[in-house]
């Protein structure tokens, strides 16, 4: 009976871990002007993949640190910088001392909120694809942006149906910080989202159009499939009858 449990346990433990591989992404990197990278590990023990508009970015890692298929690539760009951003006044380049000033909320922005380095610094009003996704998957994106002393308090965050960024699928709104005041605690979430062939493209500005909109740091976490559930209550419920039948032997 004991080999039972733990075989179920086991099976229900990778099931969960398959289906809800998420992939984190940092806005800015040591490329980057007054950018800082994440390296190894955050204080939650998740991995990121710090990013630049220089460069296209093939495997990213998973929460793990393990390499997917999935990529990421800028498709236009409208500014990068830490200054102003959670720690304040920064500089080129950035200092250690700098990053460990942010102030975030990290239990409120869960999965996002691990890393002080992916919160530090920002992409500004950028089109961007995230590539070779499982066509037949979904996935839930959030979106963490923070800044203070803005023209606009609030980012706007679009899905498009392609790369030419002509046609809004949805969006969602977050106010990323109020005069010397920047957001320590809020992201926008996009549910169940289906790629169009294998990629999601994302676009963010200024809420209506006006001023910057900013970008710190995205999350990417693939949503189980009903299948999938199905087969984890099952388990669960294999768990319980044996649970059960154990106790009653030894009653």
Known sequence: MKKFLLATAIATASLLNASGQTILIDFGNNSSYRGYSQSGPDANGNYWTS????AYFPNLLDTTGTATPVGFGFVTVGGTDSFNGPAGVTSNPATLSEVNSVTINTAALGVLGGSKAAAFDYYTNSTMAINALSANQTYEIRLF???KYNANNTTRYTLYTNNTFTTPITSQTLVVGVN?????SNFATFFNVAPQGTSIYIGFEGDGGTGNGYL?????IAVPEPSTWAMFGIGAVGVVLAGRRRSRRES
């Open 51 to 54: 990013v630049w508009s220089g």
């Open 145 to 147: 942006g923070s800044h």
């Open 180 to 184: 010397g005041a920047h957001n320590e």
């Open 216 to 220: 710190n740091a995205l999350a990417i």
